[in-house]
């Protein structure tokens, strides 16, 4: 299998701080990570793509200030949420990449996250 | 440009029916695509996927899909529809390798099932 897990699952945070949500990829190594953002009854925008070890590639229109990503190492990516405000409310899903699937993604069962 | 479209927003149908998801796309290159589904406040959980050979792929669920290059399309079918297949279907499409390998999702289809 290729099992991804999130964590937390769910947080409720107030506005102006901080909160790190974890991606992990427990029986493989994944040499990318991808971390998506989704609206209520809307589809997956992808936020960025972050490699093990590098910077990671935040798409058009994605305040990388505002979503700290680190992949330290190759089973686990953080993304964190700075000075969160209300707006940033949302269903946040990672996915990974086996180095030997490399077009496939597995998917994490998402963190719902509500800024108060 | 690279797109997927599902032109139907939400598709009711009676249990025991058939269904058939439509997903069109986009795309420059051989395109590798995929079928999804998600459960209320849930991942995504992999049905089915193209990657080349035989246009007509099998996944799980009891579910299938066709591959029709002259259509752009890749339609989900499933001959006998279940109360527990109420979810949201998400089509994507993906490139072969390096930077174009990013996952590019319709704005899926939400199947309701009536007993």
């Known amino acids: 299998g290729a099992v991804v897990s999130q964590h937390p699952s769910w947080v409720i945070c107030k506005s102006g701080t901080s909160v790190k949500i974890e991606c992990r990829s427990l029986d493989f190594q994944a040499t990318t990570m991808f971390w998506y953002r989704q609206f209520p009854k809307q589809s997956l925008m992808l936020m960025a793509t972050?490699?093990?070890?590098?910077?990671?590639?935040?798409e058009q229109g994605v305040e990388k200030d505002k979503f700290l990503i680190n992949h330290a190492s190759l089973t686990l990516s953080t993304l964190t949420v700075t000075s969160a405000h209300p707006e940033d409310s949302s269903f946040y899903i990672c996915s990974a990449r086996r180095p030997d699937r490399e077009v496939e993604q597995y998917f994490g069962p998402g963190t719902r996250l509500t800024v108060t | 440009a690279q797109s997927v479209t599902q032109p139907d927003i939400h598709i009711t149908v009676s249990e025991g029916a058939s269904l058939e998801l439509r997903c069109n796309y986009s795309?420059?290159?051989?395109?590798?695509l995929f079928w999804y589904v998600q459960s209320p406040g849930q991942g995504l959980q992999l049905l089915l996927k193209y990657f080349s050979g035989d246009t007509l792929v099998q996944g799980i669920k009891g579910f299938e899909a066709e591959f029709k290059r002259s259509q752009s399309s890749f339609n989900l079918r499933k001959p006998s529809v279940h109360w527990s297949d109420a979810a949201e279907y998400f089509c994507?499409?993906?490139?072969?390798?390096?930077?174009?390998?990013?996952?590019?999702f319709g704005t899926g289809t939400l199947l309701a099932v009536q007993p």
């Open positions: 994507a499409v993906g490139g072969q390798s390096g930077a174009t390998n990013k996952l590019i």
């Open positions: 972050s490699n093990e070890g590098s910077k990671a590639t935040y």
């Open positions: 795309y420059g290159a051989t395109p590798y």
